[in-house]
């Protein structure tokens, strides 16, 4: 959803259905036979693309993935791009917070302005991950 505002998304015109009917729809490939809580990711590309992802676990607990993560594998392959609006579901239809893994995750490919639908309501990625690590920090060094 590139505009004229820097390429952030305008929060009123997100759509957040389709986003929602996505999230639902990558839930219900979840491997999740350890923690039986599927989770599926979907956002909004900036340049209108819908890319989500679902929760792979593994025997080896601590390697499983979140939804964010096979999300972004996916944004990767699909074109790539930045993100505008996230929504993130479980088996219930109920809104889940990303991890704090994920929010670093989904920081990486944020678009300016990016918002998620959360617990709390619509939230600023700047908002659930305050003062975050990203690219422009490996940059001071050299
Ligand atoms: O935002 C979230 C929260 C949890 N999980 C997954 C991780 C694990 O497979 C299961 C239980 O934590 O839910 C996600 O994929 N995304
Ligand atoms: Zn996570």
Same mark, same amino acid.
């Given at each position: 959803?590139?505009?004229?505002?820097?390429?952030?998304?305008?929060?009123?015109?997100?759509?957040?259905?389709?986003?929602?009917?996505?999230?639902?729809?990558?839930?219900?490939?979840?491997?999740?036979?350890?923690?039986?809580?599927?989770?599926?990711?979907?956002?909004?590309?900036?340049?209108?693309?819908?890319?989500?992802?679902?929760?792979?676990?593994?025997?080896?607990?601590?390697?499983? #993935?979140?939804? %964010?993560?096979?999300?972004? $594998?996916?944004?990767? *392959? /699909?074109?790539? &791009?930045?993100?505008?609006?996230?929504?993130?579901?479980?088996?219930?239809?109920?809104?889940?917070?990303?991890?704090?893994?994920?929010?670093? #995750?989904?920081? %990486?490919?944020?678009?300016? $302005?990016?918002?998620? *639908? /959360?617990?709390? &309501?619509?939230?600023?990625?700047?908002?659930?991950?305050?003062?975050?690590?990203?690219?422009?920090?490996?940059?001071?060094?050299?």
């Amino acid at each position: 959803m590139a505009d004229s505002n820097g390429g952030a998304a305008d929060v009123g015109e997100i759509d957040w259905e389709p986003l929602a009917a996505a999230a639902h729809e990558a839930m219900l490939h979840a491997y999740a036979p350890y923690s039986r809580f599927p989770v599926g990711a979907a956002a909004l590309t900036e340049d209108g693309r819908i890319v989500s992802g679902t929760n792979v676990e593994n025997a080896s607990y601590g390697l499983s #993935l979140c939804a %964010e993560c096979t999300m972004v $594998g996916n944004l990767q *392959m /699909t074109g790539g &791009g930045r993100l505008s609006a996230f929504y993130c579901v479980n088996s219930a239809g109920a809104v889940l917070m990303p991890c704090g893994r994920c929010r670093q #995750l989904l920081y %990486e490919f944020a678009a300016p $302005g990016m918002v998620l *639908m /959360t617990t709390t &309501g619509i939230r600023a990625m700047d908002d659930v991950l305050p003062d975050a690590f990203g690219p422009q920090h490996l940059e001071e060094i050299s």
